[in-house]
């Protein structure tokens, strides 16, 4: 009787608040939708969610327990808002393990801020990308480059730009490049063209081998097709293209050209000069 009564007299004694956890050596399967958090109420009245968070705190953690050193362990973490007075609206996955925030969707953000098709096209700001990438706004959207500067390197900011007068590059807020919708394009800066072989530059017009083509046979071929040999014409410019490289190595050759020609016709100058001193003398 007396051990009947110290039992009883123990049970009253532990706080109402304490719970014992409530272990399922089994499947278990719910019929219905279920709610989990403190501010759950009896009745709660669900919409189509089968799975319900209530509480201020919502989090999500999946801990990994692997204790080999060859199985991945990080623990992944879905949270709701920021648990802080004044805190972000905000949908996160964060890696708990290096404490790091690695995605986060914000309250408020535009229909379509992130959306990734059936064919795996990204869309920003559009539920149908056209591209692998496809940006969509109402007035020039935008791509920032940003080297931050927390490696160690200087910071620096590219923007690329487009709007219904082209598109533009700019540095640091400097406008670098413009390309408009007629093909125009701006520079703010100069054009250089790399890794170009030696021996497509034409210095070999000075070579003491090279053939200088006598001027008739360069007349005769402006007159026959109108425009100067080894240069396209304005047809095949048109139909093809320019290749601008190309082109500057094509001129630089005809420069060269042109220099040894008056150099020539100022030999002969100075020869027919000394001839004609010769006479004047005689």
């Known amino acids: 009787m007396k051990n009947r009564i110290f039992v009883a007299a123990l049970v009253l004694a532990l706080p109402f608040s304490a719970r014992a956890d409530n272990v399922v050596a089994d499947d278990s399967i719910i019929q219905g939708s279920q709610c989990v958090g403190m501010d759950c ?3 709660e009245v669900f919409s189509f969610e089968t799975l319900r968070l209530k509480e201020n705190n919502t989090r999500v953690r999946f801990v990994d327990t692997s204790s080999s050193g060859s199985f991945p ?20 996955v964060e890696d708990v393990t290096a404490t790091r925030e690695i995605f986060t969707l914000m309250g408020g953000a535009p229909s379509y801020s992130v959306f990734v098709s059936s064919t795996g096209d990204l869309g920003l700001g559009t539920n149908a990308p056209q591209k692998r990438v496809h940006v969509s706004g109402a007035n020039a959207p935008a791509i920032r480059l940003e080297q931050n500067g927390s490696g160690g390197f200087t910071p620096a ?8 007068a082209g598109l533009s590059v700019a540095f ?4 670098r490049m413009r390309l408009d919708t007629n093909g125009n394009l701006s520079l703010g800066g100069s054009v250089i063209a790399s890794s170009i072989p030696a021996n497509t530059v034409p210095d070999y017009v000075f070579a003491s081998s090279y053939v200088l ?19 396209p014409s304005a ?12 082109l500057q190595l094509k001129l630089l050759k005809k420069v060269e050209e042109l220099t040894l020609y008056t150099v020539k ?18």
Not at 272 to 279: E, N, S, T
């Open 73 to 92: 362990s990080t623990d992944w973490e879905l949270v709701a808002n920021d648990s802080t007075n004044g805190g972000r609206n905000r949908f996160s």
């Open 41 to 43: 109420a009896l009745g």
């Open 172 to 175: 640091n807020g400097k406008l």
């Open 235 to 246: 047809a095949e410019i048109e139909r093809d293209g320019l290749n601008m490289t190309e």
């Open 213 to 231: 083509p006598p001027l008739t046979n360069v007349h005769d071929f402006i007159k026959t097709n109108g425009h100067l040999p080894g240069i």
């Open 265 to 282: 016709q100022q030999e002969q100058i100075e020869a027919l000069q000394a001839r004609l001193q010769i006479r004047q003398q005689d």
């Open 157 to 164: 900011v590219w923007d690329i730009q487009a709007n219904e």
